[in-house]
């Protein structure tokens, strides 16, 4: 079992930053792929960023590319998500995702086997 746990979440307005940590922890956590995703109110839970256990590839939702940054630190069971130029449309709850497996697609829900209890972030215009 693996529990995630998010930080780093809170009120910015537009244009402001956030960093994001989510921290990992349980038997032999070795996390294969981490992602994080994002549910606005009213909306379905969305992909936002994911990245595999060495860091060489990452993937970005179009909305958030060139804005937000996914990386991990193995060494701390460690996933962050930084987040520049935040947008109004960026509020929402932030979860940690992780699976053991190496498995696609990167940007679906289901790939994911552990979660995370999510985190607020709200952007102000």
């Known amino acids: 079992q693996v529990q995630l746990v998010e930080s780093g979440g809170g009120l910015v307005q537009a244009g402001g930053s956030l960093r994001l940590s989510c921290s990992a922890s349980?038997?032999?956590?070795?996390?294969?792929?981490m992602g994080w995703f994002r549910q606005a109110p009213g909306k379905e839970r969305g992909f936002v960023a994911a990245?595999?256990?060495?860091?060489?590839?990452?993937s970005y939702a179009d909305s958030v590319r060139g804005r937000f940054t996914i990386s991990r630190e193995n060494a701390k069971m460690a996933l962050y998500l930084q987040m520049n130029s935040l947008k109004p449309e960026d509020t929402a709850v932030y979860y940690c995702?992780?699976?053991?497996?190496?498995?696609?697609?990167?940007?679906?829900?289901?790939?994911?086997?552990?979660w995370g209890q999510g985190t607020q972030v709200t952007v102000s215009s």
């Open positions: 990245i595999p256990y060495f860091g060489s590839s990452t």
């Open positions: 349980g038997l032999a956590v070795i996390v294969a792929l």
């Open positions: 995702a992780s699976t053991r497996r190496d498995e696609r697609p990167w940007d679906q829900g289901r790939t994911y086997d552990y």
